[in-house]
């Protein structure tokens, strides 16, 4: 019994680490999630999401098999305390009710540019 336990173990070893999916955590530091929306036809509201976080996970052929984002609502921030208290509120985002935005990838779809 022992025997055929250190030979899966070898075997399982000698498995190329590529065959493998990799997780990723998605790093704050360096990702921004942000928007931009028209305001009266005359200017662009700019903003972003403050506290976030996610994981994608890749498989051997560094094709996205599953990933999902989970975004703090309540952190919005447009550099506008009025505006982005009103976004808090029932008006629009609801964080009360709605305390996590959540994303989570099915599939993508391959578009050559013409």
Not at 23 to 39: C, N, Q
Not at 70 to 98: C, G, N, Q
Request: with cysteine.
């Amino acid at each position: 019994m022992l025997k055929k336990r250190w030979i899966l173990a070898l075997l399982f070893l000698m498995i190329p680490q590529s065959t493998f999916a990799e997780i990723y955590e998605v790093d704050p530091d360096h990702t921004h999630i942000g928007f931009s929306i028209k305001h009266m036809v005359i200017s662009n509201v700019k903003g972003k999401f403050n506290k976030f976080s996610g994981r994608i996970e890749v498989d051997d052929k560094n094709n996205i098999k599953s990933a999902v984002v989970e975004i703090d609502p309540a952190s919005i921030d447009t550099d506008h305390i009025k505006r982005d208290t009103h976004l808090r509120s029932p008006d629009f985002l609801d964080v009360e009710k709605y305390p996590k935005i959540t994303f989570k990838y099915t599939k993508t779809h391959y578009c050559p540019v013409k």
